[in-house]
């Protein structure tokens, strides 16, 4: 059977794959888009491995053996499901390989967003050892802010506790409200109370854009937005206009409406955004859990037995 990972993999993550490969199954390694080998690999592949570049009804034509996609991570935004049912391909992916990953990046964005760390690392790197009174005054702690989560899956659950430690109020915002002992709002009265806004929400119809211009003038003077979960979460022109306005004190930003993210961006001429290319979920224990999750749902699949996760 053969597998196509459609992933640029270093030398060390090959290793890793070929220690865990069953016999029996042919992996290529094919960096993401459309280019050459691609397609070619792609013409007798009965398994995709699939990470980040979309997946469309053309990609999906152009493989007449493919029983599987199989998304490295949870958002299947990037895959044309219409597509893939009407051609009886199975569309899996894996929550939870990534939550811890992600959780420990959002605190990160956070962290360096207060502690404008971006802007302090270059001017060091520069020469300029005493900051600029703008920065100086600027700087600001976890503790004692609220942190407000728009969706509370696994990663914001694994994040909650830790920001509690660390001295800041967690609230939160979902379809429903869960089990756990954090205060549940409904979205515009999060939107209100939140110093920090973290947004942890998949990307569909109903969340395009969710945070438009008319949410972020509600969020509190000086607040910061967070994203590590889609960038066309956010409109992004309102985002800027927000932060040039001092309406925001701050972004952290992992993920971008368009990736990826042109160097002539306007947010990244901002010093109070801390920005990241779409890495949040990218660690060698993300792919350690992913391959063995993805493995599973190959050998499933190979014995016709009912696939983990699937979406479609």
Not at 119 to 142: I, N, P, Q, Y
Not at 169 to 175: E, K, Q, S
Request: charged residues 20%; hydrophobic residues 50%; proline residues 5%.
């Amino acid at each position: 059977m053969k597998i196509l990972f459609h992933y640029d993999a270093g030398a060390r993550l090959r290793a890793e794959l070929a220690a865990r490969v069953h016999e029996g199954l042919d992996l290529v390694c094919c960096p993401e888009g459309p280019e050459q080998p691609f397609f070619g690999e792609l013409a007798d592949a009965e398994v995709l491995w699939h990470v980040l570049w979309p997946i469309t009804a053309e990609v999906i034509a152009g493989a007449p053996k493919l029983r599987l996609i199989q998304k490295i991570g949870v958002g299947v935004n990037t895959i044309d499901l219409v597509a893939a049912r009407r051609r009886g391909i199975a569309v899996c992916n894996m929550p939870g390989t990534n939550s811890r990953a992600v959780a420990e990046m959002t605190l990160l964005l956070m962290l360096n967003t207060l502690r404008r760390q971006y802007g302090v690392e270059h001017a060091l790197r520069k020469g300029r050892w005493a900051l600029d009174e703008a920065t100086r005054e600027s700087l600001g702690e976890l503790s004692g802010r609220t942190v407000g989560f728009v969706g509370f899956g696994a990663v914001p659950q694994l994040l909650a506790p830790i920001l509690d430690a660390m001295g800041a109020r967690v609230i939160y915002t979902a379809t429903a409200a869960k089990n756990v002992r954090w205060q549940f709002l409904p979205l515009e009265a999060l939107l209100g109370e939140a110093d920090i806004l973290s947004l942890h929400a998949p990307l569909t119809d109903a969340t395009r854009q969710l945070i438009d211009g008319a949410r972020i003038a509600r969020m509190k003077r000086g607040a910061i937005l967070i994203n590590t979960a889609r960038g066309a979460l956010v409109d992004e022109q309102a985002l800027y206009r927000a932060l040039v306005e001092d309406h925001l004190a701050g972004a952290g930003l992992d993920v971008f409406a368009e990736e990826p993210l042109s160097p002539s961006s306007p947010l990244l001429q901002l010093p109070q955004v801390s920005v990241s290319p779409h890495v949040a979920w990218l660690t060698l224990e993300t792919w350690q859990r992913s391959i063995a999750t993805a493995l599973a749902n190959v050998q499933a699949l190979r014995e016709g037995s009912p696939l983990a996760n699937r979406v479609a």
